[in-house]
């Protein structure tokens, strides 16, 4: 039988340098594997090397949201089926061994078994600029925290003459006081010592301030490009909507259902019922990022938007504590974000009544 008519399923172990492949035909067997380069030539040459050995009906990619996410490009543009794969599990492992190409193979064999079948994020397009910008706000977002709490320890331990001039005011007066100061003395005196430290970290607060308002001024308006109908939400802003978005991907159509979109985001209930109670408890996996834009918007429409509050009002004279409250907002808030997911608008579908 010539290699060109049988049907095999490659496996990819993704690292930084270089990718462990593996193929095997369609009743598993092993075929072969083999390492090639994470450059362009060298994915070329992987491809040749999977069609080498018959017709490719899918390959399993370790790692697509990180050093697989160039292959799966890659071999997506050349109209080869990716799969993302996750790693096996501790027990598998145990059982197994560990190696680069058991990896690969173990790709391979989780497609052909059907236990992989989720398709990666296209990461070619709009979405992923956004969440390219995203991760450089949040950084300054993480930075400027760090920066203010540092601010307020350096004047837990200052000096009194300089604690007691700075008492009691408000971040931003705080900054900007210190941001204008002019410390004069020996950097031997720790009150001298202490200033100069101030006046550096609010310096650095205000250019972080200015660095997350030119990230805000670029994400907003691509945000509102990639979908408009998204951020006319009530509760949803360009923060949270950006972060919908990335979590959704490029290619939300890769997400089957509704539910499948609110599992993703962990908003989807897990029963937690024994014996006569009968209950669901909430979602501690999935996307947390995406959870906590969600926990973010029904905070939001809780406090302003009359239909939840009245949703609110009603869960709470059932008897439904806040906890509880809030997992079924969430659930409800994950079904109207994927009815306008940019996918959804091309292909619309009647809301269904929430809260």
């Given at each position: ?60 990619v ?20 990716v ?17 680069d ?11 052909l ?47 009194a ?32 010592a ?40 009530p ?27 609110a ?31 969600l926990?973010?918007i ?44 940019p ?13």
């Amino acid at each position: 039988m010539a290699a060109q008519d049988i049907a095999v399923v490659g496996g990819i172990d993704t690292h930084a340098d270089f990718h462990q492949a593996a193929v095997i035909d369609g009743i598993g067997r092993h075929l072969a594997t083999e390492q090639f380069q994470t450059t362009p030539d060298g994915y070329r040459r992987l491809l040749d090397w999977l069609r080498s050995h018959g017709d490719v009906l899918a390959v399993g990619v370790e790692g697509t949201g990180a050093y697989g996410a160039e292959i799966s490009r890659f071999l997506t543009a050349n109209s080869v089926t990716v799969v993302e794969v996750d790693r096996p599990d501790r027990k598998a492992r145990r059982d197994n061994g560990k190696s680069d190409p058991i990896d690969a193979y173990g790709a391979a064999t989780a497609v052909l078994s059907g236990r992989a079948s989720g398709t990666p994020k296209s990461r070619n397009g709009i979405v992923e600029a956004i969440r390219a910008l995203r991760v450089v706000r949040k950084s300054a977002v993480k930075a400027r925290t760090q920066t203010i709490n540092q601010i307020r320890n350096l004047l837990v331990t200052a000096p009194a003459g300089v604690r007691d001039r700075l008492r009691g005011l408000p971040a931003k007066e705080l900054v900007d006081t210190l941001a204008r100061s002019r410390p004069t003395g020996e950097l031997a005196d720790p009150a001298c010592a202490v200033r100069i430290a101030l006046r550096r970290l609010a310096r650095r607060y205000q250019a972080l301030c200015e660095e997350i308002k030119e990230a805000d001024r670029e994400i907003g308006p691509l945000v509102t490009q990639a979908a408009p109908r998204l951020v006319a939400l009530p509760g949803l802003g360009p923060e949270t909507a950006g972060q919908l978005l990335a979590s959704a991907g490029d290619n939300p159509d890769r997400l089957r259902s509704e539910a499948a979109f609110a599992h993703l985001c962990g908003a989807a209930p897990v029963p937690a019922s024994s014996g006569r109670t009968n209950r669901h408890r909430l979602n501690r996996g999935g996307d947390r990022a995406a959870n906590n834009a969600l926990h973010t918007i029904v905070l939001v429409r809780m406090k302003y938007d009359s239909r939840t509050q009245e949703y609110v009002a009603r869960r709470t004279a059932e008897g439904m504590v806040k906890r509880d409250i809030v997992r079924c907002l969430k659930r409800f808030v994950a079904r109207e974000v994927y009815r306008h997911l940019p996918h959804m608008i091309r292909n619309p579908e009647p809301l269904p009544q929430t809260a």
